[in-house]
């Protein structure tokens, strides 16, 4: 079992910057990547970033070139978004990818970032 605790979020005025934080415990030498997804109503859950044990990122198209991801140490994965646009809007959640001995994700609960002014 991973547990998933995401800190950070808010309200911003759009052009802004918010840091979300995602710590995860448990059986975290399961983990093989952590991310970050985010949900508004009517449209599936979408991919922000993740970022693999080894540091290797991957960033969804709508963010590329304004967030960032880095793997503080094996339990935490920091999001920083610049340039903030509406369409940021929504819920974001933390996400553990775990491989063996079979692939599962396992969730946060989920942090509202609004871009609004």
């Known amino acids: 079992q991973v547990q998933l605790v995401e800190s950070g979020g808010g309200l911003v005025q759009p052009g802004g910057s918010l840091r979300l934080s995602c710590a995860a415990s448990?059986?975290?030498?399961?983990?093989?990547?952590l991310g970050w997804y985010r949900q508004v109503p009517g449209k599936q859950r979408e991919l922000v970033a993740s970022?693999?044990?080894?540091?290797?990122p991957t960033l969804g198209d709508s963010v590329k070139g304004r967030f960032t991801i880095s793997r503080v140490n094996r339990t935490t994965a920091d999001l920083q978004m610049n340039r903030l646009k509406p369409e940021d809007t929504g819920v974001y959640y933390c996400n553990a990818l775990v491989l063996a001995p079979y692939t599962y994700d396992y969730w946060g609960q989920g942090t509202q970032v609004t871009v609004s002014s």
């Open positions: 448990g059986n975290i030498l399961s983990i093989y990547a």
């Open positions: 970022i693999t044990n080894g540091g290797v």
